[in-house]
């Protein structure tokens, strides 16, 4: 027993010296259930190298870490793969704390550190391509601009194959645990899931341009260690063909059902779209939002994969349920692709929130089936068989989409 945090041994050269942030719940947005990691590294090459820091706060820990492994002095260089602040927040004090030779960045993280805090020496920029030899081990940059921030690179240990990956293949998950094969599978699925919806959907096209450059590229991968939750050393190869079909978008026979309601009408409503949806041999997920049954970012989780996305909001003040506008808010911003939608609602007497959704619906590109279902204040037998006709009816459009793919 040292009484003090300890680092954990990734191969023979790297140690992970990061932070375990266990009541994280929300980043910006994004709802954290599992809490998170805050990933930094230790290369014991010649040039003794730390990749990333922590968030701000937990400073401390990530030197009491690094402590247990040398002497925080010995370090040479510091690479900042990332400008957010959750992985370059502690860099100004550990600037100050280690003294390194140097501190690289990409060329946008030579702009945009600066503008976050003084990091309190020279910013060495290294372009995409380029090779830093670390004496006995040497490591190559890869930009990956917009993935997420206009900052984001990748950095690759060439004698161990080992990527680090910055804040892609991570997730949002506070563990013991430190790899891939000590933590169920489903956690890893899920966790990554969610992580790519609520993050890097919106950079879909480039995530599938990223992967075929390292591709053509050749690299390989003993090991993938993101700035975010375990590393990946049991099959590394698996997240990158996970992002792979996640970027894609490809359209599927599965819809995502979401409403929230005031007296259960509309929830009744979603329901029997559903009924709709597995008669016509689709797929269907339900999701309330009611009372917080659902956040935003379970939502656009469960959208991940689906080909159909069916909103539903009765009409509250000649408008839609906050619930529900904050949900179609956050989906925009995340420009989901190739999908198609419809919208339900019940009303008591103006009934806007139908003609409302579809709008922001066809706002996001989604390919509306019908004008929508709206229903008189509790739906009688014929609102819910014109509810039950929409699901056969979007479950037959995606059978005839995913036909034509
Ligand atoms: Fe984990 Fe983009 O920061």
């Not at 730390?50 to 400073?59: E, G, N, S």
């Not at 050749?218 to 990158?240: K, N």
């Not at 994969?305 to 000649?318: M, R, Y």
């Not at 904050?326 to 989901?336: E, N, Q, S």
Request: hydrophobic fraction near 40%; glycine fraction near 10%.
């Amino acid at each position: 027993m040292t009484g003090s945090f300890g680092s954990v041994r990734v191969n023979e050269r790297v140690h992970w010296v990061g932070a375990v942030d266990w009541n994280l719940r929300d980043f910006h947005g994004y709802s954290t259930s599992r809490g998170s990691t805050y990933n930094a590294y230790l290369i014991l090459a010649d040039k003794v190298t730390l990749i990333d820091t922590v968030k701000a706060p937990f400073f401390d820990e990530m030197m009491a870490r690094i402590r247990s492994v040398i002497d925080p002095s010995e370090i040479d260089y510091v690479i900042s793969n990332h400008t957010e602040m959750d992985h370059s927040g502690a860099l100004p004090r550990t600037v100050a704390a280690v003294g390194p030779r140097k501190v690289f960045c990409s060329a946008m993280g030579a702009k945009g550190l600066p503008e976050h805090f003084d990091v309190g020496c020279e910013l060495t920029p290294v372009r995409d391509g380029e090779t830093l030899s670390l004496g006995d081990a040497d490591v190559t940059f890869l930009e990956t601009r917009m993935l997420h921030w206009p900052d984001s690179m990748f950095t690759y240990l060439n004698q161990d194959k080992l990527l680090f990956s910055s804040d892609a293949f991570g997730m949002h998950l506070a563990s013991e645990e430190r790899f891939d094969d000590e933590l169920p599978a489903g956690v890893l699925k899920f966790e990554a899931a969610k992580y790519y919806a609520n993050i890097l959907l919106p950079y879909s096209a480039l995530v599938t341009k990223l992967i075929g450059k390292v591709t053509e590229l050749g690299l390989e991968f003993e090991m993938i260690a993101p700035d975010h939750g375990p590393i990946w050393r049991a099959d590394p190869t698996h997240p990158v063909r996970w992002y792979a079909r996640w970027a894609e978008q490809k359209p599927t026979r599965k819809a995502l059902v979401v409403c929230d309601t005031m007296w259960h009408s509309t929830e009744r409503m979603g329901r029997m779209i559903v009924e709709g949806l597995v008669a016509g041999g689709a797929r269907a997920t339900f999701m309330s939002l009611h009372g917080g049954a659902n956040n935003r970012s379970d939502v656009v989780t469960g959208l991940l994969g689906a080909g159909a996305l069916i909103v539903g909001s009765p009409t509250l003040n000649n408008g839609i349920l906050p619930s529900v506008a904050d949900v179609m808010t956050y989906l925009k911003g995340l420009k989901p692709r190739n999908l198609i939608g419809a919208a339900f609602g019940s009303y008591g007497w103006s009934g806007e929130s139908v003609k409302q959704l579809n709008a922001m619906l066809e706002g996001m590109g989604v390919e509306l089936v019908g004008e929508g279902v709206r229903s008189l204040h509790v739906p009688d037998e014929e609102a819910l068989s014109a509810c039950h006709v929409l699901g056969t009816r979007v479950a037959e459009a995606l059978a005839q989409r995913c036909a034509t793919e």
